[in-house]
């Protein structure tokens, strides 16, 4: 079982971790934008598992992010574990190699890990329903992280949702024009440059510490949601950039994707418009289970980290357009361009609903007027 980017063979791979060996097949899953993942199906073992190379150029120290991994889902599934009768969302358990250790690396540099699979309806279509469900399992993840123990978690991607960190590497990326696109999006590098004054004022809240640090999950992308055949969510998955941070990081991204009416790299711009009531509802779910967690200061920035999310990755996007396409993954040359200028068609989009949604969120959260 080749695969053609990769050059060993996956069954080799596989068999490096403490699972059986009757393989039967393996096959590429996932729309993911950084590593690679595979769904690996055993003859008969009824339990299947998966396959994942992590993409170790962007996250450079593997064994400090798979000890974030193990101390999260340790302490997720342990709580499930003891209280089985709660409606918790569950984390993957990661699978040891059959030498004890938590990741594998092979001949040629890559690292490889394994997790159970999660059985869940990959068909999933987005729904009033499915919008609130996954709304209450971002509130539950970070309400069961909210007494993790030890120490502060690894940063394993430094600055990750840092907007003045995002800025300045797209100023690098304007100057040194790798690409030779800068003259091509001067427009919207003026939009940018416009907004954000605004993008930091919630970025010094967090600093100054008024936002409080909590264990969060950063990509909270809605196809890292997993849901049973009913809707019901079931587990939150892609663990990768779990770190501490800010809860607004996980609520904005959640809404800035599931909230789109098309999907972020669709290039119609006239099919791009804020979802008010997928909005509704997963605040109202989220705020089920997050609510007595935050504070005043978070829950009145709720709606605004829906800007500062869509905002911040037309910068991410933006700057690997101009850098030359070295982050995320493509299909085709202009590919970021079109996700770049998508996200700013949602962010005037939300501009318009923005203040239905800070009512909204005020209304469902109790906060206070004064």
């Not at 991994?69 to 342990?78: G, M, Q, S």
Request: charged share 30%; glycine share 4%; net charge neutral.
């Amino acid at each position: 079982m080749k695969n053609p980017d990769y050059p060993l063979d996956l069954i080799q791979i596989v068999r490096k971790f403490a699972v059986p060996r009757d393989v039967e097949s393996i096959k590429s899953i996932g729309a993911g934008h950084i590593n690679d993942t595979y769904l690996v199906t055993m003859k008969c073992f009824g339990k299947d598992f998966v396959l994942q190379r992590i993409n170790h150029l962007i996250f450079r120290d593997v064994k400090l992010l798979m000890e974030n991994i193990l101390r999260v889902t340790r302490h997720i599934n342990l709580r499930h574990k003891l209280n089985p009768e709660v409606n918790y969302v569950k984390s993957p358990s990661v699978i040891p190699t059959v030498t004890g250790e938590w990741f594998f690396k092979d001949v040629n540099g890559y690292y490889w890990r394994c997790y159970n699979f999660i059985p869940h309806d990959s068909n999933i279509r987005l729904s009033a329903h499915n919008a609130y469900e996954g709304g209450r399992a971002i509130g539950k993840f970070q309400e069961l992280l909210a007494d993790l123990p030890g120490e502060r978690l690894h940063e394993t991607i430094p600055f990750f949702h840092d907007v003045k960190n995002r800025l300045e590497q797209l100023d690098k990326a304007v100057v040194k024009d790798a690409a030779g696109r800068s003259d091509s999006v001067k427009e919207e590098l003026k939009i940018i440059t416009d907004r954000k004054e605004e993008m930091m004022q919630a970025r010094n809240l967090i600093k100054s510490g008024e936002i409080p640090e909590r264990v969060t999950h950063n990509d909270t992308k809605f196809n890292n949601i997993l849901f049973d055949g009913n809707g019901k969510a079931i587990a939150i998955i892609d663990l990768d950039t779990v770190m501490s941070s800010s809860i607004l990081f996980d609520f904005g991204d959640a809404i800035r994707t599931l909230c789109n009416t098309a999907d972020e790299d669709e290039p119609d711009l006239s099919k791009v418009r804020f979802n008010f009531s997928y909005f509704e509802q997963f605040t109202g779910g989220y705020l089920s289970e997050a609510a007595t967690m935050l504070t005043e200061a978070e829950k009145k920035l709720l709606a605004f980290s829906c800007k500062l999310m869509v905002y911040i990755m037309v910068v991410r996007f933006m700057t690997d357009y101009l850098a030359g396409d070295v982050y995320f993954k493509i299909k085709y040359p202009i590919h970021n361009f079109h996700r770049a200028v998508n996200q700013l068609r949602l962010l005037q989009s939300i501009d318009e609903n923005f203040d239905r949604m800070e009512e909204l969120v005020r209304k469902k959260a109790f906060i206070s007027q004064k």
